[in-house]
Structures are given as structure tokens and as C-alpha cells.
């Protein structure tokens, strides 16, 4: 089963000045993950072709784009999170080619293709900041948008799953009212960017597309297991997609700092395994230090091998009465 990782050392050229958590050292740690587990080889890695500014369009207004083009000449703040410096724009530009080639590359043979870019993505909505969140939150272009535009173009309907410990706003604000994108969401309730909640299912014509699932602080492996054997795989038994997008984050791992979540390679390995029977075009978010380290390569890991964990597990009260609220309400349109 291939394995391939679309990167450029233009990823490494969006950079802080200062200390600032989303910067290039973010790949070092995930480079050195996955070559500490044999999954970083020179022959696995592909360099992605840039899309052309008028690509971007596809999926953010040319106001916006055209703003992140004129800060990009030098280094400044698009707002109290997120920066912009010289080498953001082609770094950009490029994260998307990357995006494009990874969905394309699991159309064409089923595997494992990972766009490991930055700037990450998940929170740009088409005019920058996503159903009223306070910033962009680290983020630039919306990769998984433009993974999700790419498949829907190819295969007439998308279906994405964004685990990364923030609500995927920019990526549901975009497609809202698109029934063709079905976005699945596990994230941490009640913090940033504080949106993605039970009741929030699409817009009126796309209602019961998205489907948010805000896990409690402090959650676990036995919460996250629950709510990816509850909602996540009945979903995709339902829509049988060829091609799954991921939006990959991995800061809900125990020692990353942005979020209480306390996952370990448990819950990223039983992820990765369940969704081997799809091919997969894999978008990197967010993650931060041991996230990247261990919870990337365990997902890779338990792709490739494809033998999820089965047996009981032991959820907490407030898992099991989130994930209840979600089934209850999803009902409408799923059978979960």
C-alpha cells in the first residue's frame, strides 16, 4: 500500500520573527517522528507543484487573497495570532499545490498521500476570519477547503474528517451550503475558535452535512474511540467514499500545550487503521512538539498495517452525553 509525503523547503520559509508556536521547527518534529518510525524515506517524498493565485479563488474572496499578497512583502500581523513574512505567499501557494497533488495522487491509487505543509489552513474561511472567530488562528489558505473543492471536482461529492483539537471553522464555513462536502469534526468544546457545535448541522440546503462533535476538556482515548465508532464510521459506511480528506492535527495529544485533550498513539493508530480501507489525502494542521513525534507516525502506522483495536472501552459521563446529544441529532439524517 503506497505512502507518499508531499513537502518543500518553501514550507520552512513562512516564519516568525520571535518566538511564535506555529513555526518551522513545527516539521522538524514531524520529520523526526516519522523517520524515527521508518516512514521518511527520500523515495516516498514528492515535491509539490504551487498553485496559480487565481486558483485561490476557488474557495477564498479576492479581497482576502490579495491582502495576504500585499503583507506577505514584508513580515507583519494579520491579526493578534497570525503573521504573515516574505516567504508566506509562495509557501501558501504552494501548501495548496500540495493539497492538490495529494487528492489527486488518491484518486488515481489508493494509499496514504500526506500534504505536510505549512501555513496550515483549517481556519481560513473564504474572507479570512470564519463564523466570527476572534482571528485566523495561525492560519493562511485553507488546504483541506482545496482538497475538498479538488475531490468534488473529480468525484462529484467530498467527505472530509478534521481531528485536530479546534473546530475545522474556516473549512465549514466555505462549505456550508454545499451538501456535496460532508465534514465530520472531533475537536475540543469551548475553546478557540468557539464554534462547531452539536446543533450546528449546515446551512438550509445542506443541513445534516456537517457534523460537529465537541468533546469535553481533559477527554481521553476511550471518549475519542467512542465517538469515532459512534458517528464517524456508521458516516462513512453510509457515503462508502473511494477518497477521504483529513485535516490532521495532532495538538489533542497528552503534552501538547494549546488544549487539555490527553490522546496518545491509541486513538491515532485506531484512526488510522479504520479509514485503511479508503485512500487518503491527508492535510497536516496542527501539532506542536510530542503530537508530532508520536500521534503523526501512529496514524500513518495504523493505516498502513489496517488492524483497528477491537474489544470494550471506558468512556466518561460527559463523553458518552456529548456523543449521545450528536447521534440524537444527526439521526435526522444518518443512521447512527
Known sequence: MPLRIFYSPLFREHRPEGYHPENPTRLDYAIRGLSENGLWDEELILEPE???PSDVLMIHDEEYVERVRELANTFEYLDPDTYVSPGTWEAALTALGAARNAVKSAVKKKGLYLALVRPPGHHAGRSGRAFNASTL?????????????TLKELD????????????????????????GVIHIDLHE???????????????????????????PHYS??????????????????????K???????????????????RLTERFFRYAGATLSRYSLAVIFEGGYNVGLMK???AFIDGYLKGEPERGPIEPSYEALSTVHRVVEIQREWWEL
Open 137 to 149: 488562528g495561525f492560519c493562511i489558505f485553507n488546504n483541506s477547503a482545496f482538497a475538498a473543492h
Open 50 to 52: 504551487s498553485v496559480s
Open 295 to 297: 500521534g503523526l507516525p
Open 220 to 241: 481521553m482515548d476511550d471518549d475519542y474511540l467512542l465517538a469515532w465508532r459512534e458517528v464517524v464510521l456508521p458516516v462513512l459506511e453510509a457515503v462508502k467514499p
Open 243 to 261: 477518497v477521504v480528506v483529513v485535516s490532521a492535527g495532532f495538538d489533542g495529544f497528552q503534552g501538547e500545550l494549546l488544549t487539555t485533550l
Open 156 to 179: 462529484g461529492k467530498a467527505l472530509v474528517i478534521d481531528f485536530d483539537a479546534h473546530h475545522g471553522n474556516g473549512t465549514q464555513e466555505i462549505f456550508w451550503n454545499d451538501d
Open 189 to 215: 468544546r469551548d475553546i478557540y475558535p468557539w464554534s462547531g457545535y452539536e446543533h450546528d448541522v449546515g446551512g438550509r440546503d445542506a443541513e445534516g452535512s456537517k457534523i460537529n462533535v465537541p468533546m
